[in-house]
């Protein structure tokens, strides 16, 4: 099939994307949103006579402030509730601005420091338990490669198919205001589920077609990504369009959530597809070597 034939391509498309995303994240960092970081946010709805008559003041108050509607907007800061209302209260009752709270979400530091620590486990965690299930499940296997290497790669893979939405996701905080919270972690942990779920598919073709087929491990390989091929598409494409009907249409405060899952899926598809298998033929023939 033409991606054994071209992995070195796709591999190497892969690889620049995630430099591409290191890249970003090292210059521009994790934007920790209120969960991970404590403080408040305060969402609101206005009346004024324009935009920027609302932001400059907050802008003044070094309150990170967005506009989530026509007249909406949310005010976040890591400073408590009370103290982040005396920083609004100079800019309210002056006949400029009339503005009604709709939801406050206030989190301590602590609750933060703890949510961090818990959110880097779950991945850490999920990741090693995919390794262990991989190798187990694979243990029949042992020609031309051997089963650890099917849960190495598929761990490899997994990184991939997280960094390159984080480090779009790192793009998103510099030029839509997009912070790391909890849904964030939602998302990269249904994007493990799922990316994983079709790795394993295509995986078990290629040991049911190695138990029945003879010829070059590379030709096996490329029939069990022809035969799956279809499959994994029409899978991560339902998926994806549901998705997007979420990013339209759905609420505010779940757009980067959807966002980035539609990115994950499409990541997560091309690596079950265009470099897990591929790598597993790269392996094979570097070991022959």
Known sequence: MFIIKYKSIFISVSILLVIVSFFAMGKFGIKKGIDFTGGTIIETHYIAT????????????????????????????QDNYELMSKKLQPF??????????????NVGPTMGSEMTKKAIIAIVVVVIAILLFIAFAFREVSRPISSWKYG??????????????????????????????????????????????DKIVVFDRIRENLKIGKGEFGEIVGKSLKQTFTRSINTSLTVVLSLVALYMYGPESTKFFSLTLIIGMIVGTYSSIFVASPLLVLWNKNKKN
Do not use: C, R
């Not at 997994?158 to 205001?177: A, C, E, K, R």
């Open 50 to 77: 324009s935009t920027e008559l609302i932001a400059q003041p907050f802008k003044d108050a070094n309150i990170e402030m967005y506009q989530t509607g026509a007249t909406s907007y949310k005010f976040i800061s």
């Open 92 to 105: 309210v009752g002056q006949g400029k601005y009339i503005y009604a709270e709709d939801q406050v979400i």
């Open 152 to 197: 190495t790669i598929a761990m490899i893979t997994l990184v991939h198919d997280i960094i390159i939405p984080t480090g779009v996701y790192v793009w998103l905080s510099q030029t839509q205001g997009a912070q790391v919270d909890t849904l964030f972690v939602i998302a990269l942990l249904t994007i493990l589920a799922i990316s994983i779920s």
